[in-house]
Nanobody, 120 residues
């Protein structure tokens, strides 16, 4: 069974930084696109950043220049480096990934989320 597990969330002051990690475990062939989403209280879940297996990246306008997505394919892990955080970045952050299963089906998996709280 494939699992995605996020870590690195926490409480930080405005202007601070955090680095989130999301690692995939279980049996699978490889991981295609990996993404970070976030959901603030009372708001819809929004796509924050995307990275392909070839390291092509894309960002939401709200985080461009402040967040950096990266991945380590050998570790089956995606990272989100977050800088210059503001209270508007407070949310539960989720990773997801398109994963090629052992029988070569492409499936979408989600992590359980990690809370990021930015105090003013």
């Amino acid at each position: 069974q494939v699992q995605l597990v996020e870590s690195g969330g926490g409480l930080v002051q405005t202007g601070g930084s955090l680095r989130l990690s999301c690692s995939a475990s279980g049996s699978f062939n490889n991981i295609n696109i990996m993404r970070w989403y976030r959901q603030a209280p009372g708001k819809q879940r929004e796509l924050v950043a995307t990275i392909t297996r070839a390291d092509a990246t894309d960002y939401a306008d709200s985080v461009k220049g402040r967040f950096t997505i990266s991945r380590d394919n050998a570790k089956n892990t995606v990272y989100l480096q977050m800088r210059s955080l503001t209270p508007e970045d407070t949310a539960v952050y989720y990773c997801n990934a398109d994963i090629w299963t052992t029988d070569w089906n492409l499936r979408l998996y989600w992590g359980q989320g990690t809370q990021v709280t930015v105090s003013s």
